[in-house]
């Protein structure tokens, strides 16, 4: 970390070198905990270096910028969790958070129950409008509650030709029965 940020043109990301220590405890690692620390110092590097590409100056940084980030790239980038975690708290950094991410290695629904579920709340009226919003953006794109409690209207972009939803840099197209 002091490498990348030493490397940095950007004297507010130059002020956060005391974070190559923020996920550091004392004492023995587990296995693999090396990599990991490894990792998170990189993902940490890349959060930086996309802020300054973005020219988004490091104590402006807004939730949405961090969402926008973590939705545009791999489910690795959750692991900067630990350094805007300790970022916000230092004072370097707005109070953003990254939500803890877990894995699972088979999908909790089939294709078939996620469809199901899908014309259930698409064509059901027995629940409120917003709920079967959010559950449409639930099933069909993945995206956390959180976020899509998040979410305003200027993230809902109407066209002539169509209508998108902006979850990162790019809006999403919204299928005909969902947009209907």
């Given at each position: 970390m002091p490498q990348l940020l030493s490397r940095?043109?950007?004297?507010?990301?130059?002020s956060a070198r005391p974070s190559?220590?923020?996920?550091?405890?004392?004492g023995t690692l587990a296995p693999g905990a090396g990599d990991t620390a490894k990792q998170e110092v990189t993902v940490a590097g890349?959060?930086?270096t996309h802020l300054e590409e973005k020219n988004i100056a490091f104590k402006q940084v807004t939730q949405a910028d961090i969402?926008?980030?973590l939705v545009d790239g791999p489910s690795t980038r959750y692991l900067a969790r630990?350094?805007?975690?300790?970022?916000a708290k230092a004072g370097h950094l707005p109070v953003v958070t990254i939500p803890n991410r877990t894995t699972c290695t088979s999908p909790i629904l089939s294709?078939?129950?996620?469809?199901?579920?899908?014309?259930?709340v698409l064509h059901g009226q027995d629940m409120p409008l917003?709920?079967?919003?959010?559950?449409?953006?639930?099933?069909?794109?993945a995206q956390p509650v959180t976020r899509i409690s998040r979410?305003?209207?200027?993230?809902?972009?109407?066209?002539?030709?169509?209508?998108?939803?902006?979850?990162g840099a790019e809006p999403a197209h919204l299928p005909g029965p969902v947009a209907d």
């Open positions: 940095s043109s950007s004297t507010e990301t130059r190559s220590s923020f996920s550091a405890d004392a890349q959060l930086l969402d926008a980030w630990g350094f805007v975690k300790w970022a294709q078939d129950e996620r469809l199901s579920l899908i014309r259930r917003a709920l079967r919003v959010a559950a449409t953006l639930l099933l069909l794109y979410m305003r209207v200027e993230d809902v972009v109407i066209t002539d030709k169509d209508i998108r939803i902006r979850f």
